[in-house]
């Protein structure tokens, strides 16, 4: 029975060694991107990775260029490689559309692509109506403005789950083996895969970082409050309650807290994972009424500054010595990474 590995991940350089091993056993290799320009020429060599990479997204070029590098090698040794995430390849096209002209009005109802409009209309929205109300809004309508913005994100991906899963099974029926690369907030993905294949095929979930951070946490994954949330209402949109608007408050604050900008891997293997699984540890310890303190004392501070007052905030907040307790230390200063 032909097998296939769905490999959640993220798109971190620490996570490139991991992904190394797992590709190399198996036939093909599906990644979580649309068709782009240049790809098969670049894996053939033809085109340099420098210049395939100028028409990427580089939100993170050292992984980027790192992937490309792998996927170069896996190439050369036979490997299929194939671009699938037919949701943005929709997505890319409405758009290419639109700038030659086109209208939202040109897209006829009942088509897949007018599903991909709405959908990603009502996310970004959604989180613009975010952006707009975190700068000066209360904390309650930042909350609730959490809440809405990934109940659209839990419909978009979910979308964009069954549409990846109906495009992934007949491909993954070619070969005997597969590597399907998904990010973690891609868990519908597993659903969708296993009622499409409808058990001719042994699909198996793995946690690329899951040994690193089962060391760290205990368990596979490190999942952030807002990824959470998420997850919750892809598979229970109409979640209320008390814990459903903890998760939004922690949110907020973790999302101050994380580090974003790409961190090597020269002092140490695995930086993002440490900050996450850190981060996280912090964010656990925080009641509603933390959250709502702290937000407005970070709401507008940089990352740094934010750890800074978090870890203030945490030492008059806490006696001293009191155990199980978040303290400064779980707070990594980015500048020492």
Not at 235 to 250: C, N, Q, T, V, W
């Amino acid at each position: 029975m032909p097998e296939a590995s769905l490999v959640f991940s993220s798109h971190r350089p620490e996570t490139l060694p991991f992904a190394a091993r797992r590709m190399e056993g198996h036939q093909a290799i599906f990644l979580e991107e649309p068709p782009t320009e240049g790809f098969q020429a670049m894996l053939d060599g033809a085109l340099s990775i420098e210049d395939y990479l100028l028409a990427v997204d580089m939100e993170f070029p050292a992984f980027n260029q790192g992937m490309c590098r792998l996927l170069q090698d896996l190439h050369r040794k036979g490997k299929r490689i194939i671009q699938v995430e037919p949701f943005l390849e929709n997505l890319i096209g409405i758009h290419e559309r639109f700038a030659e002209g086109g209208k939202p009005t040109d897209i006829a109802r009942g088509t897949i692509e007018f599903e991909v409009y709405q959908a990603e209309k009502a996310a970004t929205g959604a989180l613009l109506k975010f952006y707009e109300t975190a700068t000066s809004g209360t904390f309650e309508a930042c909350v609730e403005s959490v809440k809405a913005f990934a109940r659209a994100d839990a419909r978009r991906i979910k979308l964009r789950d069954v549409m990846r899963a109906e495009a992934l099974a007949p491909l993954i029926l070619n070969v005997h083996s597969a590597y399907v690369e998904a990010g973690f907030i891609h868990y519908a993905l597993w659903r969708a895969l296993k009622r499409e294949l409808a058990e001719r095929v042994t699909l198996k979930v793995v946690h690329l970082m899951g040994s690193v951070v089962r060391r760290l946490r205990g368990n596979r994954h490190a999942l952030g409050p807002g990824d959470i949330l998420t997850l919750l209402y892809v598979f229970h949109p109409r979640l209320e309650g008390e814990s459903i608007d903890l998760l939004a408050a922690r949110s907020l604050i973790f999302a101050k807290l994380l580090e974003k900008a790409e961190m090597g891997t020269d002092t140490d293997p695995y930086p993002h994972t440490k900050d996450e699984v850190q981060t996280i540890h912090v964010i656990q310890g925080l009641s509603f009424q933390d959250c709502r303190r702290l937000f407005r004392q970070i709401r507008l501070t940089s990352t740094s500054d934010a750890r800074a007052l978090t870890a203030a905030y945490l030492r008059r907040r806490s006696p001293r010595g009191a155990p199980n307790k978040p303290t400064p230390q779980d707070l990594p200063d980015p500048s020492l990474k």
